[in-house]
């Protein structure tokens, strides 16, 4: 298997997508924040610094925008839908994202589905680190894409 960042030289470059259809494309991602009870219980609505979730849903939605900004060999894509979720998970105990992208473009959106989740579980960390520094980010992967020459992919 060729790795297509790279050319014949083997210099990093950015894809040349500018022959590939448009179609619709569709990437989920998931990661968790690893937390005590009590922070979870912060979490839930008593933080120092606000709303955690509310605002590790915008970040999350502000970093898929930004992906191309952040990975230096990512397309800027025109995004049509992002989705981030949060939800606390009592028996982690901790916090589940899960993000969905969507576009209509010629190279796909996991890469911005990736980078939402990540952006919001270091929002949830940056806004409970004074209760709990040692939380764990863990788990972000990409759970399914579809759209694109190499089709659908879910993870097993």
Do not use: N, W
Not at 39 to 60: S, W
């Amino acid at each position: 298997m060729s790795l297509t960042h790279f050319d014949a030289q083997g210099q990093a470059h950015m894809v040349d997508v500018s022959e590939k259809p448009e179609t619709a494309r569709e990437a989920v991602a998931e990661g968790v924040v690893i937390m005590a009870p009590e922070t979870l219980a912060l979490a839930q609505g008593g933080a120092a610094k606000g709303d955690v979730m509310g605002v590790a849903r915008l970040a999350g939605i502000m970093g898929a925008k930004r992906t191309s900004d952040l990975i230096p060999l990512c397309h800027p894509l025109p995004i049509t839908r992002v989705s981030v979720d949060l939800a606390a998970d009592p028996a982690l105990p901790g916090i589940r994202v899960t993000a969905t992208v969507k576009t209509a473009g010629k190279t796909g959106v996991e890469m911005e589905a990736l980078t939402a989740v990540s952006t919001a579980c270091l929002t949830v960390y940056d806004m409970l680190k004074a209760a709990q520094k040692d939380m764990r980010i863990e788990g972000i992967r990409l759970l399914s894409k579809t759209g694109g020459k190499s089709g659908a992919f879910r993870a097993p």
